[in-house]
C-alpha cells in the first residue's frame, strides 16, 4: 500500500515571498491533516479535513496561511507571505474513515514531510 | 484535560543494552496511546499502539509498550538498542469524541556503540 506522498521535500524562500507544499493521502482515506512541526518541538495541528470539508483550523493563521482539498483527495497548504519564523517542517497525515475500522480508523500516517527554509 | 508527559528529553544508552522511554498520560476518556519515531530528516513513522485490546502491545523493530492504567503510564521498551534506533520518539494520547492527537514533547535516544 502505497504511503503519503508529500512534495517537495525541501524549499527554501525568502521572507515575504509566497509557497505551496502538495500532499497525496493514502488511497482511501477520508481524513487529512496539516502538521507544521518546529526544530526540537512536537508538530502542532494547523488544519484537518474531512473529505472536503474543514474539520478544525483553528491553528491555522488565516492571514497568511490557506488550505484546499477541493476534491476530496490531494491538498494543498499555502503560506503567502511567508515569515522568518514558518521555518519548520510541514507533515501530511491521513487517517482512515471512523466507524468503518473502530479506534483503529483513527490512526494517523505521515508523510515525509516538506522543509522549509525561510531566509 | 488531556495531556501527555514524557518524562525524558533526553536517553543515552549503549548498543545492546535495554531501552526504557517513560510516557505518562492524563485522560478523562478511554485512550488510545501510540508511539512514533522520527529520524533524523524523516517523517513520523508508527512504532505500535493501544486501542483498549491487549494491554502489551508489540510494535516494529522489537520495541513494545505497556499499557497501565492503575499507573497512567504506556513506557516504551526494547530488550536490545541497536545503533539504528537513535532518534526522536513521541508518545501520543488520542482522546475524546474529536480524536485529536495530543503530543508529547518528545524523548532524543542516542545509542552509543
Known amino acids: 500500500e502505497a504511503g503519503v506522498a508529500q512534495s517537495p521535500r525541501y524549499k527554501i524562500i525568502e521572507k515575504r515571498q509566497s509557497v505551496a507544499f502538495w500532499c497525496n493521502p493514502i488511497?482511501?482515506?477520508?481524513?487529512l491533516y496539516w502538521y507544521q512541526q518546529i526544530l526540537g518541538q512536537g508538530p502542532k495541528l494547523l488544519i484537518q479535513f474531512q473529505n472536503n470539508g474543514v474539520v478544525d483550523d483553528s491553528q491555522l493563521p488565516k492571514d497568511r496561511f490557506s488550505a484546499e482539498r477541493l476534491k476530496g483527495v490531494d491538498s494543498t497548504l499555502k503560506i503567502q507571505p511567508a515569515k522568518l519564523e514558518d521555518s519548520a517542517v510541514y507533515l501530511c497525515?491521513?487517517?482512515?474513515?471512523?466507524?468503518?475500522?473502530?479506534?483503529?480508523?483513527?490512526?494517523?500516517?505521515f508523510g515525509a514531510g516538506t522543509r522549509l527554509s525561510v531566509l | 484535560a488531556q495531556s501527555v508527559t514524557q518524562l525524558d528529553s533526553h536517553v543515552s544508552v549503549s548498543e545492546g543494552t535495554p531501552v526504557l522511554l517513560r510516557c505518562n498520560y492524563s485522560?478523562?476518556?478511554?485512550?488510545?496511546l501510540f508511539w512514533y519515531v522520527q529520524h533524523p530528516n524523516k517523517g513520523l513513522q508508527l512504532l505500535l499502539k493501544y486501542t483498549s485490546a491487549a494491554t502489551l502491545v508489540k510494535g516494529i523493530n522489537g520495541f513494545e509498550a505497556e499499557f497501565k492504567k492503575s499507573e497512567t503510564s504506556f513506557h516504551l521498551t526494547k530488550p536490545s538498542a541497536h545503533m539504528s534506533d537513535a532518534a526522536e520518539y513521541f508518545c501520543?494520547?488520542?482522546?475524546?469524541?474529536?480524536?485529536?492527537?495530543?503530543w508529547g514533547l518528545g524523548t532524543s535516544l542516542a545509542v552509543n556503540p
Open positions: 485522560s478523562s476518556y478511554s485512550p488510545s
Open positions: 488511497s482511501g482515506h477520508a481524513t
Open positions: 497525515a491521513s487517517s482512515f474513515v471512523p466507524g468503518l475500522a473502530g479506534e483503529e480508523g483513527y490512526i494517523q500516517y
Open positions: 501520543v494520547l488520542n482522546a475524546g469524541n474529536n480524536r485529536k492527537l495530543i
